[in-house]
């Protein structure tokens, strides 16, 4: 067990981000667009953050203190009960693999992280394989990330499967593709039977992959906001039809007292934005994406559009977390991949960096 506190992962991010952030600067468009052929950093990076994140010490408190509580109950056979084999059943298969394996808490958290770790690689692989050092360091920075690797673990998981999926739904040229199409729909279904939740992830995917449109989900996400402040009680059992996830009314009732902001999150729908205006800039007003950054940010603006209608739910970050979990691809995608500007490295780095301290002042 390695010395550990969240600053140490901060500090390593923020070390990374900076260096990456200062190289991207002093890169021409051209540089930025041919990338690395051989992204080995990236793949180091990646390998120690897993390692990292999988040896840390559990939590005295949140989701990760419950969890390894209810596993080493079962694990010393006071508690006989794992639930969720009906609704969430691959959460509950990897969680009884770990029980007989007779790995201990910690053990069982590394294959988590796993999965975490290696389901947004899988991503970043197929979709910037040239910039995956510079692409994977703009994931770790993103604000939710390390919460979701250590806390929120489920729908961490549920989300790096899922993105994993899209992955291969993106690189799937047309219906007839049978492999990719394959790939995508497992990961997608065992996504969603981790996290009820990434249903909705995987129906927006879905629907982004046979219907892409450039302008019809910003009209969508646009509608969505002007009904969010409303929060009334049809929106309220709106969202939790779309999100399918009975924590809804866990969440509904929760004491907000440990809570510093409560009610209609404008910072949460203002961080939520930037993606919604940076993709429309790119998509419609510079017409310079193709179809597979289309899909993705389709699914981002459509699951971040069902967010909107229940973001005055306390804890609704969980919830925003099934469309920010693609967050960082949506910002650095045409960075690695289309022509925007002369000064794109600057621009890159400039975003890097100013995510990276969003990130910490939020910390």
């Not at 770990?98 to 899988?122: D, H, P």
């Not at 690797?149 to 040229?173: C, E, H, I, V, Y």
């Amino acid at each position: 067990m390695i010395p550990y506190s969240s600053h140490n992962w901060f500090f390593f991010m923020t070390i990374c981000a900076f260096v990456c952030a200062f190289i991207m600067c002093l890169r021409s468009r051209k540089q930025m667009l041919r990338g690395n052929k051989y992204p080995i950093l990236g793949i180091i990076l990646l390998i120690l953050s897993w390692w990292y994140t999988g040896v840390r010490p559990i939590n005295k408190e949140g989701d990760s203190a419950l969890y390894s509580t209810i596993y080493n109950l079962v694990l010393r056979h006071e508690w006989t009960d794992i639930k969720g084999f009906e609704s969430e059943g691959f959460w509950a298969t990897v969680e009884y693999a770990c029980l007989n394996a007779r790995m201990s808490a910690s053990q069982w958290f590394q294959v988590i992280a796993g999965f975490y770790f290696f389901g947004f690689g899988v991503a970043i692989w197929k979709w910037m394989r040239r910039n995956f050092t510079s692409a994977f360091i703009f994931t770790i920075s993103a604000m939710s990330f390390w919460a979701y690797a250590t806390n929120g673990l489920r729908s961490g998981m549920a989300a790096a499967l899922g993105t994993a999926g899209l992955a291969f739904f993106t690189n799937a040229k047309n219906p007839k593709d049978i492999l990719s199409i394959a790939i995508a729909v497992t990961l997608m279904f065992l996504s969603s039977i981790t996290h009820n939740s990434m249903w909705l992830f995987f129906a927006a995917s879905l629907a982004a992959w046979l219907l892409p449109s450039k302008k019809m989900p910003y009209y969508v996400w646009g509608v969505c906001l002007l009904l969010s402040p409303l929060s009334g009680s049809l929106i309220m059992e709106l969202g939790e039809e779309l999100i399918s996830d009975m924590r809804l009314a866990y969440y509904q009732d929760a004491d907000m007292t440990i809570f510093s902001h409560n009610g209609w999150r404008w910072d949460f729908i203002l961080y939520s934005t930037i993606p919604v205006v940076w993709s429309w800039y790119i998509i419609n007003k510079r017409k310079l994406a193709d179809k597979r950054y289309i899909i993705i940010t389709e699914v981002y603006v459509l699951c971040n559009a069902a967010w909107l209608l229940v973001n005055s739910v306390p804890f609704s970050n969980r919830f925003a977390y099934i469309s920010w979990c693609i967050y960082p691809f949506v910002m650095c995608y045409p960075l690695f991949k289309m022509r925007i500007s002369k000064y794109q490295g600057l621009i890159g780095g400039a975003m890097l960096a100013f995510f990276t301290v969003f990130t910490l002042l939020l910390a």
